[in-house]
């Protein structure tokens, strides 16, 4: 026997208080003799002896109130049942769906299967061991945490069948957003007797901060939930020890023109202790095989490889690298999607214009946008721009164009503001430039309007560098803006090379990091930093606006503030971030596996269908949706890499989209079973590898049946014969 509230079984003391009335009410006999008295003595004696069975079974169920009511409270459970299968329970399982699961598992009795299989097999067997009337759920932990099923159920059955569609494709698993939601479900459980199982390989990379000390206040929350569950850390194992993957793979320019080369870096890990020789690597386009080089690792080494190729047709093209070698071949590919274009038309927007070469606001950018024409050189540049005095701006400056700069403008006038918000509404972009001509207050009045206009942050001011101090430069860090990835590489540019003098101050705050929208009023559109300073301030900011992007630069474009356009880098830089803005409508180079293709449709495509082709060639219908007046067209999430088709029904051009898996899941090693066992003992939980393990400590702990139910249904009766014997009592 258990009880959930034991502090409550004090109540029961207060049965004195009946027996202490009963004992100060019993009244002295005062002996009147009488003469007749001899002929009543059996009366007397009778009805003395019913009288004292009355009043003492009164005193007893005056005792027995207040002990079964704090009994009641006090909530017992009898194990006992328990091992009669009659005890009841609610079981949650944070289930690791991360790519790592799919590695070979090494107590899998399927051939070839993996560790989400083993662990599908062991839960069955949790599942059916559960007794009559358990219900269970289950959160499937890796990358966002969400729900197998919309509530939990008692259908003990249905959860494998859900199982079977589970593809462990997510990311890595976040611990403590896993158990959050494991906490909101506990709260649905329907039992008394509650357990949450987190079942996963325990990844090193995911569990390793955790084990050396890192908080865990999501697992502190749920431990402290009353009824108090059990929890219980499962860990299903791999026995592949070794492993190779592409870690990234950086393409050289989003957007091509025809026959332009496009460059792609190529990084391989090998996540293992023995070294790889001659390991080939295969460059294909548009599904055929190009060309083959070949790298040795060393262990736990990396090599970078470089290709380039060039597209002769106009579309969209897909650009793979394969490597072979090794037996988890998952990983050992990574996908992206090439755009071929004929040109991308760019309007310079030119507020300070020079009167000699390179002193105006945007004579780098022109010269950074289109080299081969600057240098006469027989190639062809992929954007063609049109620099125009702000002045001299007209109406029709803004047809055809996919993106406009602007640089060094004190402010828009006339109708020029009204006419660039709509054009980035409707999908444009606009990059924004500071220069000593911007008049702040009309930036932060009318183009910020609190967040609501097209500017993505507020001015605080303008700062400098003191002449006899060391000049700000970009902060080094791990970029993950689908502009700047390119330059997480070194070979790619010497961002730190960077000088800079003068710059805008953004506010601080509104920083996202993701590119999301929220287009409410009484929420602005969230900024995201691209690249910030090493004086913890942005360089450039960006948002969404309708179906466009706005980046907005604290620096000028040209060497007045600094020597960013004097640098190297400087041009690749100002092509990405150009085609990134130009190529917003469009589909992204590649996605991560479990993120779905979502598309910005016109709102005449609303009846349109359009068809999904995957890389084994299934294909599924799609058709948009309306959310308020914006037309989108989505998928549900990718359960596999590859190169996807999308296809609008009457339409022979198909858009590519290609999808990899996350590269931080390709470190199989495991966290050593005594850290696990540490982090398991820090918050009082407890610890199995194995199934039979897990069963043996099941059989243990477990809880039984509440009986407080019970309790209250004697209670009521307790009461309703107390009632009715003081009224037999009261007319006797």
């Known amino acids: 026997m258990n009880f959930l509230n034991i502090a409550l079984l004090a109540g029961a003391a207060a049965f004195l208080i009946p027996l202490i009335i009963h004992l100060l009410n019993k009244r002295k006999v005062i002996t009147v003799r009488w003469g007749a008295m001899h002929l009543l003595h059996e009366v007397i004696r009778q009805r003395k002896r019913k009288m004292k069975i009355e009043q003492l079974l009164l005193l007893i169920t005056r005792i027995a109130i207040p002990i079964v009511l704090a009994l009641c409270l006090a909530r017992p459970v009898l194990t006992a049942l328990q091992s009669l299968g009659l005890g009841s329970s609610s079981l949650i399982v944070m289930l690791d769906d991360s790519f790592s699961m799919r590695a070979p598992a090494a107590q899998t009795t399927l051939p070839g299967g993996n560790v989400m299989e083993q662990a599908r097999q062991d839960m069955q067997t949790m599942l059916t061991d559960l007794p009559k009337g358990s219900s269970a759920q289950v959160i499937l932990s890796g990358g966002s945490p969400r729900k197998l099923l919309d509530q939990a159920t008692t259908a003990l059955d249905l959860v ?23 906490t909101s479900a506990l709260k649905d459980s329907p039992n008394a007797a509650r357990e949450v199982l987190i079942v996963s390989d325990f990844q090193e990379a995911d569990w390793k901060a955790i084990a050396d000390g890192a908080a865990l206040p999501a697992l502190e929350n749920l431990a402290k939930q009353e009824p108090k569950p059990q929890i219980t850390f499962y860990r299903v194992g791999s026995d592949l ?3 190779l993957s592409i870690a990234s793979a950086d393409i050289s320019a989003l957007v091509a023109a025809e026959s332009q080369p496009v460059g792609l ?10 070294p790889w020789q001659d390991v080939a690597v295969h460059l294909e386009a548009d599904g055929a095989r190009l060309r083959t080089a070949r790298v040795s690792l060393a262990p736990e080494g990396e090599a970078v490889l470089s290709f380039t190729h060039a597209f002769d047709k106009v579309g969209d093209h897909s650009l793979s690298v394969r490597l072979e070698g090794d037996s988890f071949a998952d990983d050992n590919a990574f996908h992206s999607i090439v755009q071929v274009r004929n040109q991308l038309n760019v309007l310079l927007i030119d507020g300070h214009p020079g009167k000699d070469p390179l002193t105006g606001a945007a004579d780098f950018l022109e010269l950074a946008l289109t080299p081969h024409t600057a240098a006469a050189a027989t190639l062809k540049d992929l954007i063609r721009t049109k620099k125009i005095d702000l002045r001299k701006l ?4 803004l047809r055809q164009q996919e993106v406009i700069i602007m640089a060094d403008v004190d ?27 911007c008049d702040l207050d009309w930036y932060n009045r009318e183009f910020h309007r609190k967040g609501q206009g097209l500017y993505p942050a507020a001015i605080k001011g303008q700062s400098r560098a003191e002449a006899d101090a060391a000049p700000a430069r970009i902060l080094m860090q791990r970029f993950t803006h689908p502009a700047a990835l390119y330059f997480n590489d070194a070979r790619g540019g010497r961002l730190q090379d960077a000088e800079f003098r003068h710059w805008f101050e953004f506010t601080p705050g509104g920083q996202a990091s993701s590119l999301t929208t929220d287009t409410r009023a009484s929420s602005p559109p969230a900024m995201q930093r691209i690249f910030n300073l090493d004086r913890n301030v942005p360089l450039m900011v960006e948002k969404k606006y309708g179906r466009g992007r706005v980046i907005a630069a604290a620096t000028t474009a040209n060497a007045e503030w600094s020597n960013l356009p004097l640098q190297p880098f400087f041009v690749p830089l100002m092509q990405r971030l150009t085609t990134y803005l130009a190529t917003e409508g469009s589909a992204p180079a590649w996605q991560l596996v479990g ?21 084994t060639g299934q294909t599924q219908t799609l058709k948009p949706a309306k959310e308020g007046e914006t037309v989108f067209l989505q998928s549900s999430a990718i359960a596999q890499p590859g190169i996807f088709q999308l296809q609008r029904t009457g339409s022979d051009k198909p858009t590519l989209h290609a999808f990899n898996v996350d590269g931080t899941e390709s470190d199989l090693k495991p966290l050593p079973v005594a850290d696990i066992q540490k982090i398991a003992q820090r918050h009082d939980a407890s610890f199995a590898d194995n199934l039979q393990s897990y069963q043996k400590l099941d059989r243990t702990r477990r809880h039984g049946s509440e009986l407080w139910q019970p309790l209250l249904i004697a209670l009521l009766a307790l009461l309703f014969f107390e009632v009715l014997l003081q009224q037999r009592i009261a007319k006797g």
């Open 394 to 397: 007209r109406d029709d400056d």
């Open 160 to 182: 494998p069948k859900k199982l079977s569609d589970v593809p462990s494709m997510s990311g890595p698993l976040s611990a403590n957003d896993a158990f959050q939601s494991a």
């Open 241 to 243: 020890a070794e492993n």
């Open 411 to 437: 402010r828009l006038q006339g109708r020029a503001m009204s006419d660039i918000d709509k054009f980035v509404k409707d999908g444009g972009g606009l990059l924004v430039f500071a220069g000593p001509e």
């Open 595 to 615: 993120t779905p293709i979502r598309l910005s449709l016109e709102k005449t495509d609303l009846t349109a269908e359009f068809t999904l082709r995957d890389p």
């Open 265 to 274: 870096r190529v990084r391989i890990k090998n996540h293992g202790k023995r």
